[in-house]
């Protein structure tokens, strides 16, 4: 049996009586910091199969929008190569504008998702968000110059631009801290399935000769309409919290609840907190999430020109695919590599980013000084520079671990998807220049560097802030200072950041 007092005699209660409890929790401040915890008492067994459960419905779903979304990201890529920059007319940077207006798009849209996000439901806005922009998808396969071609793609930019950081806030509201790095890494790793997956769907759509539409069109089609089914059964598969937990029975639902309040985690709360707004604002911490936000992106460009090296060295556009997807098997393995780095020193995932951060600046390094006679050595270094998703996954699960409240963990959040969409919008226009794109990869390089210096700076400051609070408390200093269970990380004194 497990660490909590006796459970109470009737342990298959009906719901209405775990709710009444957990009501009781999100008003009574002293149960609010915590404690319910102590007012539950489960088997280790009984705990694994509720997190099983979460696992077999919470979690394939976030997989399956996250595939989705990237696959609609690097479809440009591959559509690049198989006629679309002739069919639109584009010319000098245009192709450069039609990644980076994406993420204007997805930056205008930060702003008022950021209210959106803690005022609704947060797993019905998601659906309905994937469900919008499926269509929209399916919409880029119809312009036939930049301008239509362009405003589509903000459009798109911008429906998209809840779902990453509602990701963060949902493994955050459904899963414990060390939980967290293995959750964040499976949704994380769908973005080298999907550069696999991408590759080998525009191959065989590009083989198919009896096709009335151009090969790109038909991956927009195809890449929208599986995004609008699946944003469909997300809106109604995805509970909006415990209560809805419909694959959860009473009893795993109480046991939920208590496992969340365990690790001071109040869950997901429809209201929007002007303090907690002020309080992002001034901590330091959300500047450093919105620094990583932008550095990581900075350097996300050889994603999308990775296609156009490798062509550019000579090879057709069969080949062209064939060669870059394992770039996506590369990206998987260092994805679990970074897990397994979090598993093994959980006390020092920014030291895990520092060490994951070698292998991209060294691919960079490589295609600044390798010329591009040397064939597959220029394509090796366009996969090690494509490293970016291993390192997305410890930022991400940090930034899911180290911020409590409902309105600051959706701004911190916010603001990690925003220095994205910045870096993602300034990247590609230093990659403009064919066939060696130099200005873009010393760029890279500069980044990279910048980016471990940030990291350092932030492992820092959470390090200084746990060793003040141990100190205050061995001082006999307030615990906590919450008056409800909707507060945040600064607030509530016996919180502990994870570096």
Request: proline letters at 5%.
């Given at each position: ?7 109470s005699?009737?342990r ?29 008492s489960?088997t ?64 205008v ?11 609704l ?5 998601v ?7 499926g ?57 080298g ?21 151009q ?6 089609l ?24 419909w ?18 985690e109040?869950?997901d ?52 695919l ?10 998987i393995?260092?994805?679990w ?97 064919a ?12 980044v ?14 959470c ?25 945040t ?11």
């Amino acid at each position: 049996m497990i660490f909590y007092p006796p459970p109470s005699s009737d342990r298959d209660m009906d719901a209405s009586k775990v709710f009444d409890k957990k009501d009781q929790a999100l008003s009574d401040p002293q149960v609010a910091d915590g404690s319910y915890a102590e007012t539950c008492s489960y088997t280790p067994e009984e705990e694994r199969r509720v997190v099983r459960k979460l696992d077999l419905v919470i979690l394939p779903m976030m997989c399956c929008v996250f595939f989705l979304q990237y696959l609609d990201k690097q479809s440009l890529s591959y559509a690049s190569i198989f006629g679309l920059i002739p069919d639109l007319k584009l010319e000098g940077k245009q192709y450069s504008w039609t990644s980076s207006i994406f993420y204007f798009g997805q930056l205008v849209s930060e702003y008022p998702f950021i209210y959106l996000m803690s005022r609704l439901p947060l797993a019905k806005f998601v659906g309905a968000t994937v469900v919008v922009w499926g269509g929209i998808c399916m919409c880029l396969a119809a312009p036939h110059n930049f301008a239509g071609f362009a405003t589509v793609r903000f459009i798109l930019g911008f429906a998209e631009g809840a779902v990453s950081p509602a990701f963060v806030t949902i493994t955050s509201i459904w899963y414990r801290k060390s939980e967290h790095p293995m959750r964040v890494g499976i949704w994380v790793t769908m973005n080298g399935l999907a550069q696999v997956v991408g590759s080998l769907l525009m191959y065989g759509i590009g083989k198919n000769g009896s096709l009335s539409l151009q090969p790109w069109r038909v991956l927009f089609l195809i890449c929208g309409a599986m995004t609008t089914f699946c944003g469909a059964v997300f809106f109604f598969i995805i509970p909006n919290g415990v209560s809805d937990a419909w694959f959860l029975s009473p009893r795993e639902k109480e046991i939920l609840v208590a496992r969340m309040a365990a690790d001071r985690e109040g869950g997901d709360r429809s209201n929007f907190s002007v303090n907690q707004f002020k309080e992002g604002l001034i901590d330091i911490k959300s500047w450093f999430v919105f620094a990583f936000g932008l550095l990581v992106t900075l350097n996300s460009s050889p994603l999308t020109f990775a296609s156009l090296v490798i062509k550019n060295i000579g090879y057709n556009k069969f080949d062209t695919l064939l060669y870059g997807s394992p770039s996506g098997a590369l990206q998987i393995l260092f994805i679990w590599i970074s897990v397994l780095g979090c598993f093994l020193f959980p006390k020092n995932r920014c030291a895990v980013v520092m060490v994951l951060i070698i292998p991209p600046l060294v691919g960079n390094i490589l295609l600044l000084k390798l010329p591009l006679a040397a064939g597959w050595g220029v394509i090796v270094a366009s996969w090690l520079a494509s490293l970016i998703s291993d390192i997305m996954t410890v930022i991400l699960s940090l930034s899911a671990s180290n911020v409590k409240g409902n309105t600051k963990r959706a701004m911190v959040n916010t603001f990690f998807f925003i220095g994205y969409c910045v870096g993602c919008i300034a990247g590609p226009q230093a990659w403009t220049k064919a066939p060696r794109y130099l200005a873009g990869v010393i760029l890279d390089i500069v980044v990279w560097c910048l980016l471990f210096l940030a990291i350092a700076g932030y492992w820092y400051v959470c390090a200084r802030d746990n060793a003040r609070r141990d100190c205050e408390q061995v001082g006999g200093g307030t615990v906590t200072g919450s008056e409800g269970i909707d507060v945040t990380d600064k607030e509530d004194q016996s919180f502990r950041y994870s570096y």
